[in-house]
């Protein structure tokens, strides 16, 4: 059957039907090197002829080139030509805008790129937040267009031809997939400015607007990476971002995760990926480190590692864990006593290696079941051995020791020394002692320098050996209890109330803190307007009728229900805090006078009634200039309060000033002990932002003498500054240094005059005060000064070393007896002294950073490795002499 063809039915035949491709006749090769030339052909009818033309003829017939052979390979000749899109790109827009051209002409191919296959995941569940009030499914809806977007890069040619054939393409994902993350919360926007009309285009999240904010607010014109600082500054969103992350299979970017995430890192990977923070392997020594950090600093029980409601903790946590590997309370004994102990040693060694003197605060402490302790804190300045120049102010918890006996100032004396011969503090590194002004205290220090005056064949050092340590000298009142005791004084003068209510107890008998946070005041003086408000908030904290009832009040008139403050007589300030409270509270007071005994839900008293403590406005300005008296006090004793800051050069400054308020005279008593001391004036002077300049305009000018302080350095000799002329033979020199010798003389006269480097520094200008940025004068940090001009000023900076860790308070100490009255609560009543005191020590070293659960886990953790390569390293060694051996053997 003959064929006929033509260009626009070759694969038909006579009929119309279409040809088995067995029949049809192929004129060419597929892949020719010369083009064949038109073939003729019949159409129907067959009597009518005509020219039948191939695809290379008609588009020859259109302009198009033939390919060309290059290299045995056929290459088109058509221009290429941009796609619309690619057109489009390129023409310019209203905004002045465009996206860059592309570098290469030809029209890129388009490459499928496959998503990241690592998934961060995550088993931590936020619960701690409420999340309750977002749309889970609604963002998933808003966003699911996100999810559409097909992650396709596009790749010139050249590009491609760089792979080879079978290569596995990994390329960077397109724009829509890097920020995927982001449009899991936000959307794109249009927003019109009410205040200027001005449409912008920016970014909504989701989770602010349905949480009706203001638009302002969840409306965002910045970048992405703005909009994932957004997600890390809030936590609810956070949680919302995670979860969907981990719904649509997106990895979470870095700069979404809060800092405070404590599950993942914000270290990231090259492809952007999250990484975990490492962790320490379990071991059975690593969870009995963390339980006794547990126990220590939340002031558990040591019996609380053996309830069963632990342990079962322990098991969901760890289903893997054994019953032997719990510990018992006997356990935990041995392991809290072996920890101290290694703590003390810790604090030895640095002590040790410290260059300066070691001062001290020491007082007494009673514990509920009637236990008697001694508080010792050391103070002293340190540095890095590889940045000398950064000083820092220590403060060590020393001892917490057990204190047997009458409050004697040798039984005292006896507990110091026996501390200070256990940290390696001899009388050439002891400082100064910080105490109380308690009477026996003085003698305490009279104790201590009587054992450590002793030289070493037993007799007594003279006073005017360089090594005697005088007591006197090294003795610092406290000030927060000298200003305590001068408020109380002027409290006690303005208050008719009996003495017993306001006077300061004893310091010399142990301290009632049996936890009365009330102060028994029942009955007040005529006039007395101070005991009848400390009264008045007695009665309303014993009744919970009187107390509900006062909080109805302090709402009625539009105040915040706030707790009435207690006076506790043994802590310092808390009268002038109680009354701070009570002026605040002044209409609810009035209130509740005027209208507790006609209400029914409030019990009656006895002998009296509410509106007998009714306070006239008279009484109300009375009140308010006694709060106003105390504030100065109150204020003081906060500024001596800082064991990381030097406080004593603040002392004279403080007693000079608040003599000028009426009624606190007695504070003269306490400002003419100073001069037992000189080293209140010596660390005022060594503050460089004060230096002579406070003292020359108030003292006499024979009192402003701090040359008789300073501590000369020892002098070197002199080296003849002509001598090295005669040693050097280059052309010149011996004339050169023949011209220069008076100013070479002059020189040395100068760095040979001790005084020299004193005048230098009190003559140089006054540091300035650092201010912040609300124009308040910040600290400045003395300690940090000295340390970065100690080679500017070394003996200065030498004695700054001993003088400014000198503490202007027994704070540290006291503030010990409050971390201790946390352990001392009655689910703990039977420790013995010896735990009690371990507790303390350990818990302190735990804050100052000395040791650390996740430190000595990880420490257990390299010995085991330690300990297995050293196995496997000697049995390589055995089987090698084995070896050995066995080829001896043979050979013989």
Known sequence: ????????????????????????????????????????????????????????????????AQAKTVAGQRKSTRTCRPTQKMLENNTPRGNGKRKASPSSERHPAACKVAKNPSRNKHSDDVTDLDISDVDMDALDDSESETDDKSEVQLLDYDTMKSFNAGEVLVAALSKASRTQDVYLI????????????????????????????????????????????????????????????????????????????????????????????????????GLRDYIVELVVLEDKALRFVTRPSFQHLLQFCRPAIRDKDFICDMTLWTEILQRAESVINIIKAKITGVSGKVSTTFDLWTSDPCDLYMSITAHYIWAPEDHPNDWTLECEQLEFAPFFGHHSGANQAAVLTKAFEKFGIDRNKLGWQTADNASNNDTTLQSIATIINQADEGSILDSDDTEFWNASEHCIRCMEHCVHLAAGAFTKGITPTSSSNITVP??????????????????????????????????????PQAHAYFRKCCISTNNRPLELRLWIRTRWASLHDALDRVIVLEKAIILFTQTADDNESVPK???????????????????????????LPAQATQSFSSSRHPTLSKTIPTLEYMPLLKGIENIDKWYNKVDDSPAYFITLVLNPTIKLAYVSGKWHSDWVQFDKYYIQPQQNTPSNPSSSSASTSEFGHGWMMAAIQDRLRADAAISSDPRTELRRYLESPLEPQPQGEDGKINEFDVIWWWGHHQDTYPTLSRMARDYLAIQGSATPSERAFSSAGLTDHKSRNRLKPKMF???QTLKAAYRNGHISAHQQASEHVKDLQKALEEYYFGEDEDSESEGEESSVIQAE
């Open 1 to 64: 059957m003959a064929v006929i063809t033509s260009s626009d039915n070759c694969a038909l035949g006579p009929d119309g039907k279409l040809l088995d491709a067995s029949q049809i006749v192929w004129d060419y090769d597929p892949d020719p090197t010369i083009v064949p030339p038109g073939t003729q052909t019949l159409s129907s009818p067959p009597s009518t002829s005509q020219t039948v033309r191939n695809a290379f003829d008609v588009l020859t017939s259109h302009g198009h």
């Open 186 to 285: 936000f959307e794109k926007a249009e927003h019109t400015n009410p205040d200027t009309n001005v449409t912008q285009s920016g970014h909504i999240c989701g989770i602010c607007r349905r949480k009706q904010l203001p638009a302002k607010t969840y409306f965002m014109t910045g970048s992405v990476t703005s909009l994932r600082k957004h997600i890390a500054r809030n936590k609810d969103h956070f949680a919302v971002y995670k979860d969907l992350c981990e719904k649509k299979g997106v990895s979470m970017n870095a700069t979404a995760i809060p800092a405070s995430s404590n599950d993942l890192s914000r270290r990231t990977m090259l492809d952007s990926v999250v990484v975990k923070q490492p962790t320490v392997e379990f071991s059975t020594a």
């Open 506 to 543: 004893d310091p010399e008998q142990p301290e009632d803190n049996g936890n009365k946070d009330l102060d028994e005041i029942d009955e007040f003086a005529p006039g007395d307007v101070v005991g009848k408000v400390l009264a008045l908030i007695r009665q309303i904290c014993v009744s």
């Open 605 to 631: 008293l006895k002998n009296k009634s509410y509106l007998d403590y009714r306070m006239s406005r008279v009484d109300w300005d009375h009140l308010k200039i006694v709060h106003k008296v105390l504030s």
């Open 837 to 839: 005191a371990a507790i």
